[in-house]
């Protein structure tokens, strides 16, 4: 059992490490970002416009979210407006390649851990676009489209920290449980432990 489990966890850190260190699929998840970005918080109408753009100030890894509240923009888009840069790396891929890396390393069979290889990204990807949800409606205080008081603020804010450096590395986690594991593996796995002693 303790050699399943130290093989499985050298698997997942060289899995892990290697998803992490090449540049093209963190850059590959940068598009996407965007794009689900978009598609989830751009509307044409109401009051919050959000864009999401590439910083023109930080690594290719970050993303700048610009929100801005039309009612109070100029008629040639000029106005108020809240920047929020956010390392799409750390916050979106992070989570996305630590979910694949505990899948690859997992003593699952092959069938299953492709079925959570092809719906578990999905539910990983729903889990950080939430906190983005979260982290918008907080920084939209900051142009006058939510209104808090200073109390409810400060805790917001704090939420939103506590959220995007916990949450999104424990969402991965709960979503490779809930895909990958039957109730029937542990007593599987003791009695192999079992046999192979």
């Given at each position: 059992m303790i050699s399943s489990v130290l093989r499985f966890l050298a698997a997942f850190v060289v899995i892990f490490i290697v998803l992490?260190?090449?540049p093209w699929p963190g850059l590959a998840y940068m598009a996407v970002?965007?794009?689900v970005g978009t598609w989830c918080f751009s509307r044409d109408e109401g009051q919050r416009e959000v864009?999401?753009?590439k910083s023109p100030d930080k690594s290719a890894t970050f993303c700048r979210i610009e929100i801005a509240n039309r009612a109070r923009l100029n008629p040639d888009g000029s106005g108020l407006v809240r920047n929020v840069d956010f390392d799409v790396r750390g916050f979106g891929w992070k989570p996305m390649a630590?979910?694949?890396a505990l899948v690859l390393a997992s003593p699952l069979p092959w069938k299953r851990r492709l079925v959570a290889l092809c719906w578990g990204p999905l539910w990983v990807q729903a889990a950080v676009m939430g906190l983005l949800a979260f982290a918008i409606w907080n920084e939209s205080s900051e142009i006058g489209l939510v209104t808090m008081s200073p109390f409810w603020k400060s805790l917001a804010a704090e939420c939103q920290h506590n959220f995007i450096a916990?949450?999104?590395?424990?969402?991965p986690v709960v979503v490779w449980l809930l895909m990958t594991f039957r109730t029937g593996d542990l007593a599987v796995w003791q009695q192999a432990a079992r046999n192979g002693s």
């Open positions: 992490m260190m090449l970002f965007r794009t864009s999401f753009l630590l979910f694949i916990h949450f999104s590395l424990a969402a």
